[in-house]
Structures are given as C-alpha cells and as structure tokens.
C-alpha cells in the first residue's frame, strides 16, 4: 500500500490510486483540525442525537446479542455529521482534500454523499464486533461505480483496535457470485478469494493521517481488542455528473458540490 506526505504529487497519486484502489496521506489533517473534529465528535457522542447506528443492529460477530443485552446500546456510527456542525462541514468540503479528489475522480466537480458514510464510526473495547471483508458498493448505487472514501483517524489505529484493513488492487477484482454470503461480504475460504485476502494490508494510522479508498476496494475491520475506544471520520465522494439512480437510497438525500 503506497504512502504519501506533504507535499503530494497529484500524478504520482493519481496512478497510485488508480494501479491499487486504496493510498494512505500520513498527517493530511493538522492536529488542530484533528482536535477540533474529535472534540466536537465526543459532544454528539454525548448527546446521543439520532440518527445513529447501534453495533447490536448489524449483529456482526461479537456484537452484543440484541439491544436490551449488555452492551446493547453501544453506538457503532453516527451518521449525518456534515449536518451536526460546520466543523464536519468544514472537513468534508476542505478546499485541499477536494481537490484531490477531484484528480482521483477526473472531474472539475466533485460531490459529497450525504447518504453513504458522512458518519463518525466507533470501535469501543468490550461491545465492538468485526466487519468482514466487503465492497461498499454493496448498497450504492450510483450511475457509474466511481466513489472515493477519505477515512481520517482521529487517534491511532492498528489491527489491536479494529483498525481497517485493504486489500491493494482488489478494485479490479472479478469474482463470481458465490464468493459472497447473502449479506454480500466476501466468503474469505472461498478458493476464487484466497488470493486476495492473502494480499491484505493492516496499515497503522496516527492522529490526522488519512486513507482514501475506491468504492470497490475490498476492506475489512476486527474488534477492538485495546481498552481505549477508537475514533474515525469517513466521508465519500463521486464526480458531479455521476448521478444516483432514481429512487434508490443513494438518492434520498441530496449531494453537496465541494466548491474549488
């Protein structure tokens, strides 16, 4: 998985991103944006504001057994955070990360999701679960299938706290039908996805280092196996002129352009 740092060279990570489907910016965010962000996280955290999603109702494994279990109202997600602050708002439209992803996009325009991700996601130590290896694009749905996702540790991530991982160039990956569960996540044993999984990258992430992913790329996450609770800000992208098909969910909610 390739790395970069100020300053970016916007070819070199263009064909980066476009050979693997997944790249990592180490300290894009300042620690001032990262304090802010996360300060104003643990408020809406705190207030417990729907709408929000709680880890008992994906039931994931390890997830707590229901809502009335202990743990039940663990909240694994708040959703809709560009609407909860300017501070959100601020981030997801940064003029400097909208103009990588309109290189990444190939577009003069680019445009926020607030359907899909636009979420602050948690990973407490003792209610959280593992997400299996899966494509976003699972549930998207959108004219053309280019989508890009800026993941922004507000903390340190690793595999010991449920740290995300990728597999590099799984974006052009062709797999058949029953590689997958009815949930749509990848059956990691099946023989077609070995290969792949076997190629999985666990990055270590500090505070304010950021990773963007195509839509496509095959990700996954464990539990949290630390005593601390991890922190992460996700939002995602597509280019203007790729409009959500009518009357999915993509489309219930309208899209903001990032101006240049």
């Known amino acids: 998985m390739l790395e970069f740092s100020h300053p970016i060279d916007l070819n070199a990570l263009?064909?980066?991103?476009?050979?693997?489907?997944?790249?990592?910016?180490?300290?894009f965010a300042s620690a001032e944006q990262v304090n802010a962000i996360r300060d104003c996280a643990m408020?809406?955290?705190?207030?417990?504001?729907?709408?929000?999603?709680?880890?008992?109702?994906?039931?994931?494994?390890?997830?707590?057994?229901?809502?009335?279990?202990?743990?039940?109202?663990?909240?694994?997600?708040?959703?809709?955070?560009v609407a909860r602050s300017p501070i959100f708002m601020e981030w997801a439209t940064d003029a400097a990360l909208s103009k990588l992803m309109?290189?990444?996009?190939?577009?003069?325009?680019?445009?926020?999701?607030?359907?899909?991700?636009?979420?602050?996601?948690?990973?407490?130590?003792?209610?959280?679960?593992?997400?299996?290896w899966h494509r976003d694009l699972r549930y998207w749905r959108?004219?053309?299938?280019?989508?890009?996702?800026?993941?922004?540790?507000?903390?340190?991530?690793?595999?010991?706290?449920?740290?995300?991982?990728?597999?590099?160039h799984s974006h052009m990956a062709q797999l058949p039908e029953d590689a997958f569960d009815e949930r749509e996540f990848l059956l990691a044993t099946h023989p077609e996805a070995v290969p792949w999984v076997s190629?999985?990258?666990?990055?270590?992430?500090?505070?304010?280092?950021?990773?963007?992913?195509?839509?496509?790329?095959?990700?996954a996450a464990s539990r949290n196996k630390t005593n601390a609770t991890k922190y992460s800000l996700v939002m995602s992208y597509h280019a203007s002129d790729n409009l959500?098909?009518?009357?999915?969910?993509?489309?219930?909610?309208?899209?903001?352009?990032?101006?240049?």
């Not at 263009?14 to 300290?27: D, H, M, S, Y």
């Not at 959108?142 to 597999?167: D, K, M, Q």
Request: aromatic residues 6%.
């Open 142 to 168: 959108f004219t053309r299938p280019e989508l890009v996702s800026c993941w922004l540790a507000l903390g340190v991530e690793s595999p010991e706290n449920g740290g995300l991982g990728f597999i590099p």
């Open 43 to 81: 408020q809406c955290l705190q207030a417990r504001e729907a709408p929000f999603e709680l880890e008992a109702s994906l039931a994931y494994p390890g997830a707590p057994a229901s809502t009335e279990a202990q743990g039940g109202q663990t909240i694994r997600r708040l959703r809709g955070m």
């Open 199 to 219: 190629q999985a990258e666990f990055p270590t992430l500090a505070a304010g280092d950021v990773v963007l992913f195509d839509a496509r790329t095959f990700h």
């Open 14 to 27: 263009r064909i980066a991103f476009a050979e693997q489907g997944v790249v990592v910016l180490r300290a």
């Open 244 to 260: 959500p098909l009518a009357h999915s969910r993509s489309a219930a909610q309208a899209g903001i352009v990032c101006e240049k």
């Open 102 to 132: 309109r290189a990444l996009l190939s577009s003069d325009s680019v445009t926020l999701t607030q359907v899909h991700h636009n979420s602050l996601m948690t990973k407490q130590p003792s209610f959280s679960s593992d997400t299996l």
